[in-house]
């Protein structure tokens, strides 16, 4: 029995589906590799949602008592029921229909079959953008919490709230004046990151996100982000599957500079290589100063066509002023006509402030359609792009 936990209805039952939907392809791809060899592992699979009691249960035996974490109620009956009920691979939600059977087939032209890849969930940003953020599974201390991906971050994070709430333990280190988790464990898509201290912002009071995973996770690796098919992977360089990935990917330069991983752009025909990714911010599909903001839009900032945008962020509202570039936007393969260009309203020098030169950060607005690959080796870094082009 897996259990998956949410405040929101919807997003248990949809980690549940897909969850279940990953297990059964896995289970298909197995059989595929070993047909001949041995006979077919078949996992039938029921899916139930509701509430349930959930924690400690003393079990007794004739000579001995054990207690295990579980889940117990009517619900997870039900879902016991429903798992019997399925036969041949199948999988069955709580109306008895089938989400996928034993003769559904393996997409033969999916570049991401071998890898390991968990589902990632968009954050929808209400007047803003249906695929505001990018929320990953990371199993922190043995639980499974929900951290925002976040390419513009050097260095992973776990607001103060969310130690609270999840009953993280954390200390003061005197010598650089941060908090910081004790050492925990923490896994993300299948890679494993023992006795971490990771980062804590007291003055954070949210709990949602949970956290923050940067780049400090994901320096090293191949990270695939399949931003249509909501998939996130991290694989190491030489794992099952990267190699032939890497041979269908469409490379740009990238490189690691103060914290951030550079890109090359085009934008209005002019070449830029001080612009880096920050999947923190996927709604905006270029953010820079007011100063740089003038000369890619024609425009001063005042005018009344202008977006407004007004978002949430570390616990405070934020206004930004868009409007669309003259020219198109050029990364590798991924071309978009007269992008939406944002600065900040309450910090227009914003970049120019910073201890290092960049002009601003893309989001993932440009690759909501592709498959985005970064190879984040430190001497190797690259931008990519699987799949075709979009306008």
């Known amino acids: 029995m897996i259990i998956f936990q949410s405040e929101d209805k919807k997003d248990h039952a949809q980690t549940a589906v897909s969850t279940a939907i990953a297990i059964h392809y896995k289970t298909l791809k197995v059989n595929a590799e070993l047909r001949g060899k041995f006979e077919p592992t078949v996992v039938n699979m029921g899916i139930n949602s509701g509430r349930v009691f959930l924690g400690a249960t003393r079990f007794e035996g004739l000579s001995t008592a054990r207690w295990t974490f579980t889940a117990s109620g009517l619900t997870t009956v039900f879902a016991a029921r429903i798992a019997g009920l399925a036969t041949d691979g199948t999988i069955l939600d709580p109306d008895g229909k089938a989400v996928a059977t034993e003769e559904a087939q393996l997409e033969p032209d999916d570049p991401l079959v071998d890898l390991t890849c ?18 990953v599974p990371v199993v922190a201390g043995g639980a499974t919490l929900r951290f925002q991906l976040d390419t513009g971050a050097t260095v992973s994070m ?105 890109i090359e752009a085009r934008l209005g025909g002019e070449a830029f290589d001080d612009i880096f990714y920050d999947t923190g911010a996927s709604a905006f599909p270029l953010q820079v ?103």
């Open 118 to 135: 968990v589902r990632f969930k968009w954050v929808d940003a209400p007047g803003i953008a249906n695929r505001a953020a990018i929320l």
């Open 158 to 262: 776990i607001p103060g709230g969310s130690a609270a709430k999840f009953g993280i333990e954390h200390q003061y280190n005197r010598e650089d004046g941060n908090w910081y988790t004790t050492p925990i464990d923490l896994e993300l898509a299948g890679g494993q990151y023992p006795g971490r201290e990771v980062f804590v912002d007291p003055e954070l009071t949210r709990s949602e996100p949970a956290g923050t995973v940067g780049l400090d996770l994901l320096e090293g690796k191949i990270v695939v982000l399949d931003l249509a098919g909501q998939r996130f992977c991290l694989n190491d360089p030489d794992a099952p599957g990267v190699a032939a990935l890497l041979e269908k990917t469409a490379f740009t330069p990238a490189r690691f500079r103060d914290g951030k991983l550079f």
């Open 289 to 391: 100063d007011l100063s740089f903001w003038k000369q890619l839009t024609g425009r001063n900032g005042d005018e009344e066509s202008n977006t407004r945008w007004e978002v949430r962020s570390a616990d405070k509202t934020v206004a930004f002023i868009g409007a669309p570039a003259v020219g198109s936007l050029e990364i590798g393969q991924a071309r978009i006509e007269n992008p939406m260009v944002f600065f900040r309203e309450d910090q227009p020098d914003l970049f120019a402030e910073w201890e290092f030169s960049t002009r601003g950060f893309i989001g993932n607005v440009p690759f909501l359609e592709q498959v985005v690959v970064l190879d984040l080796r430190p001497d190797a870094s690259r931008f990519g792009i699987v799949g075709p082009s979009s306008d």
